[in-house]
């Protein structure tokens, strides 16, 4: 009989893919300012109660949670974390247009927008 540990893996904090790293890239060149970091926000609205929001910001606050990936930096404010852990950042182009999308664990339901989401 052998027995057998199991080690709780902490989750992944947040995934930001090489594509949405590529694109904000392209953007960053785009403006001629390499200071410019993507923030990741979640704020209450949309027709599922909360909300996705992009922007760039040259700041970095201190209790924000970075992520880079190929020189490109993703931040997320506390606030808006607890709500992303294990998320996915990502960016796609289709028939239906281009955009940045949230793959999110946490989302018990999801907007057609894609856009809004609830816990």
């Known amino acids: 009989m052998s027995v057998q540990t199991h080690e ?3 989750p992944t904090p947040l995934l930001f893919t090489d594509a949405a790293a590529r694109k904000v890239r392209e953007l960053i060149e785009e403006e001629s300012n390499e200071s410019l970091k993507l923030r990741v926000f979640v704020s209450g ?3 599922s109660g909360f909300q996705y929001g992009f922007t760039f910001d040259e700041d970095v606050a201190e209790d924000d949670t ?3 990936n190929g020189g ?3 931040l997320v404010d506390p ?3 607890q709500y992303l852990m294990g998320a996915e ?3 796609k182009e289709d028939l239906e247009g281009a955009q940045f999308v949230i793959r999110n664990p946490n989302a018990s339901t999801t907007c057609g927008c894609g ?3 609830s816990v």
């Open 89 to 91: 950042i990502d960016y």
């Open 115 to 117: 856009s809004s989401f």
């Open 72 to 74: 490109v930096v993703l």
């Open 79 to 81: 606030m808006s974390f």
């Open 45 to 47: 609205g949309g027709c």
């Open 66 to 68: 970075q992520v880079e």
């Open 8 to 10: 709780p893996q902490a």
